[in-house]
């Protein structure tokens, strides 16, 4: 027996769509354990159990998994999946295959920065090795990013008890051909599709160092730009700067360049979030009736 572990939070939306890939694309027997947190009840009816749960995403999956064992066999297998993902293929003998040769095999975003944790919206495993571990997706565990910070996540604490034990997991990569963006719309080994921040607005810990990035950029070129305009709007005042002029100037200078660079940041921000959201709801509309849908983003055949 396969469980499925989801969390749906604040949205019916992703219900259907999930549970019709999950129908397609597992070829054994199967039921779904859910949170429904601010779900409409009637949802409950569509699966094996459903809950309303607090706390947050980390909490409830591990809450859900202590149901499943108490409902389960030791060799049963425990399948965590976020609400926006789903397998795209079948994966019934390719999660057995990779269970032969590892104790636990996850979706590894590298691409979030270099994210070296298991994350939870693929992520599976048997029931015998979950309780043995006393499994936790909560954050806790850190390791240092691609950036040089050091972070954590969800699935940081899994991570190092993983590792204390000495545990093998197969971490499983991106496999995108094509990239709308570099973290959402996620294809990972040919077989799962994450659509990325589907119960909430598209930020991510990537997309705000970007940010940083461009504002970093761009405010030698504002300042630069910002004292060009003051000259040439006075060319006959050049000739008369001296240094102690800049000096008496710098602090209303430095004010006005300022809010400028965050006026800039601020249009760019909602510009890039209104771009995002729009593509988001296009490819949801485009799975709901098509369940090829992924191959936009995956075209190797596997």
Not at 76 to 92: E, M, Q, S, Y
Not at 251 to 275: N, Y
């Amino acid at each position: 027996m396969l469980n499925v572990v989801t969390v749906h939070w604040q949205s019916s939306k992703w219900i259907e769509p999930q549970l019709g890939f999950l129908d397609r694309n597992l070829d054994e027997p199967y039921r779904v354990f859910a949170s429904l947190h601010g779900v409409e009840a009637h949802w409950a009816d569509r699966f094996h159990l459903a809950v309303d749960l607090d706390g947050t995403h980390a909490e409830q999956l591990n809450a859900l998994a202590s149901l499943v064992l108490e409902a389960s066999d030791s060799s049963d297998k425990i399948l965590f999946l976020d609400g926006d993902a789903f397998p795209v293929r079948p994966v019934t003998h390719w999660m057995d295959d990779i269970l032969t040769d590892y104790s636990l095999g996850a979706i590894r975003r590298g691409e979030n920065l270099g994210d070296r944790q298991p994350h939870p919206c693929f992520a599976f495993t048997t029931c015998e090795f979950w309780d043995h571990l006393h499994g936790d997706w909560r954050e806790g565990g850190t390791w240092v990013n691609a950036v040089g910070e050091i972070t954590t996540d969800v699935g940081g604490t899994l991570l190092h008890q993983l590792d204390d034990g000495d545990h093998s997991w197969l971490p499983i990569m991106r496999s995108n051909t094509r990239n709308p963006d570099p973290l959402l719309f996620g294809v990972y080994g040919h077989h799962i599709y994450h659509h990325g921040a589907g119960f909430r607005r598209p930020v991510s810990r990537l997309g705000l160092h970007r940010d940083r990035h461009l504002d970093d950029s761009d405010s030698w070129g504002t300042s630069i730009e910002g004292l060009a305009r003051r000259l040439l709007q006075h060319p006959s005042s050049i000739t008369r700067l001296r240094l102690s002029d800049f000096g008496r100037l710098r602090p209303a200078f430095k004010v006005s360049v300022s809010k400028l660079g965050r006026r800039r940041t601020e249009l760019r921000q909602r510009r890039q979030m209104d771009h995002m959201e729009a593509l988001q709801q296009a490819v949801f509309h485009q799975l709901l009736h098509d369940p090829d849908f992924y191959l936009e983003f995956d075209t190797v055949e596997h």
